[in-house]
Nanobody, 124 residues
Framework: QVQLVESGGGSVQSGGSLRLSCVVSGGTFNTYSMAWFRHVPGMGREGVAAISSRSGFTNFADSVKGRFTISRDNAKNTVYLQMNSLKPEDTAMYYC?????????????????WGQGTQVTVSS
């Protein structure tokens, strides 16, 4: 069974940085495209960033371009989300997700495996 476990969330002030990690077990990590999503209560889940299985391709939501980067370490079965210049509107529960194909789209319905989430709170 594929399991995803996120960590690294927390509370920071506006302008600060956080790095989220997601460790994947029970599957073949280096064949998965990975993504980060975020969710604010009362709103839909937003795709934030995605990376292909061998890091050749990435994609970002317009709202985070230039501030967030996504990377992965296939030897550690881990995907990262480096978040810089954080804003209060980045406050959300952040989830990592995995799928077996790369399309470049960051759509919730395309991803099969999900973690439980890690909370990020940015104060002004």
């Amino acid at each position: 069974q594929v399991q995803l476990v996120e960590s690294g969330g927390g509370s920071v002030q506006s302008g600060g940085s956080l790095r989220l990690s997601c460790v994947v077990s029970g599957g073949t990590f280096n064949t998965y495209s990975m993504a980060w999503f975020r969710h604010v209560p009362g709103m839909g889940r937003e795709g934030v960033a995605a990376i292909s299985s061998r890091s050749g391709f990435t994609n970002f939501a317009d709202s985070v371009k230039g501030r967030f980067t996504i990377s992965r370490d296939n030897a550690k079965n881990t995907v990262y989300l480096q978040m810089n210049s954080l804003k209060p509107e980045d406050t959300a529960m952040y989830y990592c997700a995995a799928r077996t194909m790369w399309t470049g789209y960051i759509r919730e319905t395309d991803f099969r495996y999900w973690g439980q989430g890690t909370q990020v709170t940015v104060s002004s």
